[in-house]
């Protein structure tokens, strides 16, 4: 007996809502959507109709991995980001809505900014699908800004995908890829400044504090990648090694932005101020009023490490 549309909608959505998924209804229409490639439209028109075996079969597999915990974009293979189009899979971090709050200040602080002589130089660590730094490419390619994007992860698969990414968005050609653990892929020069000095640095690294992993929603827990979550006992060594490194590779006005987790507003500040190299650090609140980024300036003074004065000696 052949099911119409409707019924497997909504018995689609009775076995997710059972699952505990967030937005049953809204999943099961997506999904449906991907399969078939159609819209809601095309969905309001065809709703009474009765579908083949073969396509109920296709749809209650899919049904089964997302009722299984696999996110749906995972399953879709895409999630938009600042209006644009990314690819992903279970290599990457699925980009989260909060991260534009990044995107949108690093624009709003450029902005603000005469393009210098050879274009914003900007630096994404940590950049997994590429959804900071290609919608940073593609918005400063619109506002006609000459700028000049490195990504860089230490993941090569994450890095396959940001490439892709930047393919799809029309931004290939501004962006370098980098493959390596932080800053180590950046060279320095004799003075122990990086070769190159970036006007900003963005960086959403991992930060959950590893003994929380266990306990977060199955979807994240169990599809997203460890690599891209886990940020130590506390959740802070990736701030206090990007801290310990950043201000030599920032040009002189340059800006360090990181997102944070919504717990981290008070630590962040504390930790910029023990690394020595930076003046306050400014945090902003998310839409939803919680800590989500401090952005960080490096002082013109002492450089830690070294006694010395910082940015004079570039
Ligand atoms: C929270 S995800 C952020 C991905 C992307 N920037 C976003 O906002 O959606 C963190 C990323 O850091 C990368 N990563 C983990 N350890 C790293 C390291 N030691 N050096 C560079 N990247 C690292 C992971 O592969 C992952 O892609």
Redesign the pocket.
Known sequence: MNLLLKDILNMAEVRFAQEGCLSPRLDAELLFYHMMDRDKSWLFLHYGDELDDKTCEEYFRLVDMRAGGMPLQYITGSQE?MGLPFRVNER?????QD?EL?VERALAILAGRKVPMGGFQIL??????????VSLAYHLKEAKKKTSITA????PE?LGVAKANAQINGVFKQIRFVE???F?AFPKNRKGRGKQQFDLIV?????IPTGVLPTLMREVRDHE?M???DGGPDGLD?YI?ILGEAYLHLAKDGVLLL?IGHDQGQVLPLLVEAAGAYGPAEVIKDLSGNDRLVIIKPTTGTDPARGTDTLAEK
């Open positions: 980001f990457v971090l699925i980009p989260r991260t990044l994404d660590l940590c950049c997994g699908s590429g959804a900071i730094a860089s992860d230490v993941s994450a390596g653990d932080l180590a960086s959403n690294p991992p930060y990648p690599l891209a979550l990736f090694r997102e």
